[in-house]
């Protein structure tokens, strides 16, 4: 069985969720993966429920949504809920832990992306923040590939913070 | 923004734009509507530098119009919609086929009637991209399931149309406009194109509606060349002047439909997937022809062998592949996000009463892999 990684990244509009998912992709085709991004976002540009699902395998993706997630990053309640009833024991939540309370406890890993975002001094890069939390726990791409990835896609003048982000993320 | 080049993450409704830009479009004439828009917005932004036009249009009935307009005057052109922009194009779809106007409208299908779940993916034009305009008719239309066959098939419908001087129909869906994937862009020096035959007689012999015996496609001169181009709405003869002397509407059908249903092998475009025996066969087009392809793998968990017969050109139908498929196999299942459309044609083929199900997504997203296994497990009761 080749490969594959099912990840869903949910939170609410303006917590650059879709970009994330982008740069995931994008890291994981430079590893030479094959991917398929689906994302899907209230009326609201922010504030609202929004969404990224990134599939990522060596062979073609068939079934471009996460049928069955291997890990899913909630950054809100709802996120939370909508996912944590419903994926397998295998499938590793991990969630805000000061937005998010009532967590099953199983599989699952708590962090304080607040804290740490204050302690970066920007609440901007909480994306890459949350793609190093992810790498950490969870080898989906190469760390050469997403720190290019996270290069390609971010404006110049905010690459340093975002790399420092990434790397305060993997270091937890 | 430069054409991109490569191996990259594209956007289906992008790698869409681009195929059309690499096939020589150089009109797009639209009103943007999701899921649709981005296919308007990467021609504003790039058809320019291509020394193409990208006009926003008061509406879909206009659009169509223009695109038709564009193809008379030379361009290669094109247009996109979804579920209300498509109904609107119908009419001026018909002038298209009936003056044999060469261009592309892109269907980024979504649900319907009316506004339905905008915008939310769905299946559901398959027979109106076959029928919605008046009028007997012949259509081309190919359904893309993947980004990649986002730019593929824009490029082949762009093919067709110039080969067949017919209106072309690329018949997607939300799935595969507004879905990203790696998508490896060729050179475009690479790719075969196809264009319009032009005339070769003296200006003053030329009659724009005089076919060619081996193909009964008629030369086509361009608006401001020195052979004179009339192209009627109404029905014509050779000279494309209005006729309506007995005889002539029969013989401008006939060769309408034969140009294209005599030639049909060049169109038909098919894919088997999955053991060549199998309990059943799934026949699906477009990106419900994906969630088959995973149902073959779940079935097989469950002991059902099963495979897929992908429809990736649609109309004119492949009646001799699906006939086939279904006298091989025992049982067929037809997947389709709609209410049963394609599957009255693929029983309309059905000569040896085979029994066919049917797995509808009709919730207005991917038609999930449970609905077509359920399909299945009934079909091998």
């Known amino acids: ?172 | 923004m430069s054409r991109p080049k490569g191996v990259q993450l594209m956007e289906g409704n992008h790698a869409c734009a681009w195929g059309a830009i690499d096939a020589g479009a150089r009109f797009y004439a639209g009103y943007p509507i999701t899921p649709s828009s981005e296919i308007a917005e990467v021609c504003a932004r790039e058809l320019p530098g291509y020394g193409g036009t990208y006009i926003q249009m008061e509406d879909e009935i206009g659009s169509m119009a223009a695109i038709v307009g564009a193809s008379l005057s030379g361009k290669k052109s094109f247009t996109a919609t979804s579920g209300p922009g498509f109904s609107l194009m119908q009419e001026n779809l018909g002038v298209g086929i009936y003056q044999e106007a060469p261009c592309v409208l892109v269907d980024i299908q979504r649900v319907g009637p009316a506004t339905g779940l905008a915008t939310q993916p769905a299946q559901a034009d398959v027979m109106q991209a076959r029928w919605g305009t008046h009028g007997d008719h012949p259509i081309i239309a190919l359904s893309p399931a993947s980004v990649q066959e986002m730019y593929y098939l824009t490029i082949r419908a762009f093919n067709l149309a110039e080969r067949f001087r017919s209106p072309v129909i690329l018949l997607g869906d939300q799935v595969v406009g507004q879905t990203y994937e790696n998508i490896a862009l060729p050179d475009p020096d690479s790719l075969e194109i196809m264009d319009r035959k032009k005339p070769i007689v003296p200006p003053e012999e030329y009659l724009p509606y005089q076919y060619d015996e081996e193909d009964l496609v008629p030369p086509m001169a361009a608006y401001g060349d020195k052979h004179i181009l009339h192209a009627s709405s109404t029905c014509h003869c050779e000279t494309g002047y209005s006729n309506f002397k007995y005889g002539t509407n029969r013989q401008l059908l006939t060769r309408l439909k034969n140009k294209i249903y005599n030639y049909i092998d060049e169109i038909i475009d098919v894919e088997y997937f999955g053991p060549e025996d199998a309990d059943v066969t799934l026949i699906s087009f477009g990106s419900s022809s994906r969630v088959c392809k995973y149902a073959v793998g779940l079935a097989e968990k469950e002991g059902i062998k099963v495979n897929l017969l992908r429809l990736i050109s649609i109309w004119p139908f492949p009646d001799r592949e699906v006939q086939q498929a279904l006298a091989r196999t025992g049982a067929a299942v037809v997947a389709e996000m709609n209410q049963g459309q394609l599957i009255g044609e693929v029983n309309r083929v059905n000569t040896t009463n085979t029994p066919v199900h049917l797995a509808s997504g009709i919730d207005g997203e991917l038609i999930r892999p449970e609905i077509i296994m359920t399909s299945i497990r009934e079909a091998v009761k």
């Open chain 1, 1 to 172: 069985m080749a490969k594959s990684w099912q990840i869903v990244l949910a939170g609410e509009g303006g917590q650059g969720l879709i970009l994330a998912g982008r740069i995931l992709s994008e890291a994981a085709i430079m590893d030479g993966n094959n991917v398929s991004l689906t994302s899907s976002y209230g009326i609201a540009a922010r504030g609202g429920y929004s969404e990224a699902q990134v599939v990522i395998s060596e062979q073609e993706v068939y079934y471009p949504k996460c049928a069955s997630p291997d890990l899913v990053l909630a950054l809100t309640q709802q996120a939370y809920d909508r996912y944590a009833e419903n994926v397998s024991d295998d499938c590793l939540i991990i969630y805000d832990s000061k937005d998010v309370s009532n967590t099953k406890g199983k599989n699952e890993a708590g962090f304080d992306f607040k804290e740490a975002l204050l302690t970066l001094g920007n609440l901007k890069v909480i994306n890459s923040l949350f793609l190093g939390v992810i790498l950490k726990n969870r080898d989906i791409v190469s760390r050469e590939s997403m720190i290019e990835s996270l290069k390609k896609n971010l404006p110049p003048k905010i690459q340093d913070i975002n790399l420092k982000a990434f790397s305060y993320g993997l270091d937890q």
